[in-house]
């Protein structure tokens, strides 16, 4: 088989041995270098092109690669044998095969004294291409070639951490290549047609059909894992609510808008904070602090991204699941991208396609301390509270503004509640935990015969609290 296939079906089938501390030091001492490649057909924008391009060079930086050169093309639709043009890849090669001055293009500072900086490790191309196009570019360019969708299955495979994220990355990588295996086989020559019986000889399976036989029923026995696991989360989050009466919010928005960072802020919790793109996959949940009645949740769901593959998106329903639970969205936009409204388009599909649109929603432009001086700041702010007058302008890394957000969050939950006076006998004390776990107790007063509490909660709470004390 082919070496740019093998690579793109069977490599890609076994785990990456990121969590191996010798293998992360290696990648950190010696810089991987890359080139971006797209196509922009007519239907696309320049300026929904030129984003394209910028994710796509952050997706590499999240990967560990440093992007020392764009090669784009227009044309009317992909080349069919290698998905660029002809005079785009010679120009391609050339740049490759030569060596490039120190700081002639991208590179960081520290490649002009690596004696291998001239050397390219990786082409990224800005859609999802053939395993005959992958193959031909990498026979052509002498470098391997990674689509879109291959790029983003390899940050969602090393990142996640928990089992069932891992298990629903597992499923989206064996539906991304299984329809690959077929053109793979024909690529890889008689090898690949070969029946399983002696000899090649027989009515056996071909490899091909024996690979493609054991990705769906490896996909079918993950599915029964994720199901009987999201069951199993259901289960303990209903315990969970019913014991403590929680209150939940969800934390969504494109990726690096700084969603970790303002969960941080909020539930002064160590989550994981770094400027990459899917830094962390799996749901975070932690309580809101300092501490409200009711107690409030805070979830940090997975970013969205532009061209998401299908597979990845129902792949990650049960990931963004916490979106369907939640009483609040917490959107969080980047105040300092220029294409925020691109950002906007994304999420509310993406929100739309999981059925969690009808939930509240508060719009968050974050880092707004990114924008530029004070007057740059204000003018934007000033931008974007016209054209969103319910949103919130703020720096997840500012307290006051945290504890603005922190505010608006508590007032959201306390509509609705109701205030009243119990009474609590001396000989019924031991049940003022479950009074203070399920309302707020803002005021108390005792006389002779005990304790006077106004209480605050939900009218529910409230009323089981005056039906276990046997008061009207």
């Not at 001055?101 to 001239?118: L, R, S, V």
């Not at 090898?191 to 399983?196: A, L, W, Y």
Request: hydrophobic share 40%; glycine share 6%.
């Amino acid at each position: 088989m082919p070496a740019a296939i093998a690579m793109a079906v069977t490599i890609r089938l076994h785990p990456v041995e990121s969590g191996n501390p010798r293998m992360q030091k290696e990648a950190k001492e010696k810089p991987k270098y890359a080139v971006v490649a797209s196509v922009q057909l007519p239907n696309v924008s320049d300026v929904e092109f030129e984003a394209s391009l910028a994710e796509l060079r952050d997706l590499a930086k999240t990967l560990g690669y440093e992007i020392t050169a764009t090669f784009t093309q227009k044309r009317s639709s992909f080349d069919a044998t290698a998905y660029l043009g002809t005079g785009k890849r010679e120009e391609m090669r050339v740049f490759i095969d030569s060596e490039p001055a120190p700081g002639a293009f991208e590179k960081a500072p520290q490649a002009a004294a690596d004696p291998e900086a001239g050397t390219i490790d990786a082409i990224f191309v800005d859609h999802e291409i053939s395993p005959s196009q992958a193959r031909n570019l990498e026979k052509e360019l002498g470098c391997e070639v990674m689509d879109r969708t291959m790029v983003i299955l390899e940050i969602f495979h090393r990142h996640a951490k928990s089992r069932a994220a891992r298990a629903q990355v597992e499923i989206a990588r064996l539906g991304y290549m299984a329809p690959r295996l077929r053109e793979a086989a024909k690529l890889a020559g008689p090898q690949g047609r070969q029946r399983s019986g002696t000899g090649g000889r027989g009515a056996g399976e071909s490899h091909t059909e024996l690979d493609r036989r054991k990705i769906r029923d490896r996909i079918a026995e993950l599915q029964k894992e994720i199901a009987a696991m999201e069951v199993e989360r259901k289960t303990q989050r209903a315990r969970r609510q019913e014991r403590q009466g929680l209150a939940n919010v969800a934390l969504i928005g494109y990726t690096n808008a700084g969603k970790s960072t303002l969960m941080r802020a909020l539930t002064g919790s160590e989550v994981l904070v770094e400027n990459k793109l899917f830094a962390t996959l799996d749901t975070t949940v932690r309580a809101l602090q300092p501490e409200s009645r009711p107690r409030v949740l805070v979830s940090d769901t997975v970013g969205f991204i532009k061209n998401l593959p299908h597979g990845l998106v129902a792949s990650f329903k049960s990931t963004l699941e916490e979106a369907l639970d939640a009483s609040l969205l917490l959107h969080v936009i980047d105040a300092s991208d220029a294409g925020f409204e691109r950002q906007l388009a994304v999420t509310d599909k993406v929100i739309g396609e999981i059925g969690a649109q009808s939930v509240p929603r508060i719009r968050i432009f974050n880092k707004i301390d990114h924008v530029g001086d004070a007057t740059a700041q204000a003018g934007r702010e000033a931008e974007l509270r016209a054209a969103y007058p319910d949103c919130l302008v703020m720096s997840a890394r500012r307290a006051g503004d945290v504890a603005l957000l922190r505010e608006a969050i508590v007032a959201f939950f306390r509509e609705g509640l109701v205030e009243a006076e119990l009474f609590l006998p001396w000989s019924a004390q031991q049940q003022r935990g479950d009074i203070f776990a399920r309302c707020e107790v803002l005021e108390e007063r005792a006389d002779a015969d005990g304790a006077f509490l106004r209480v605050r909660g939900e009218r529910e709470a409230v009323k089981g609290l005056f039906e276990k004390f046997g008061q009207a």
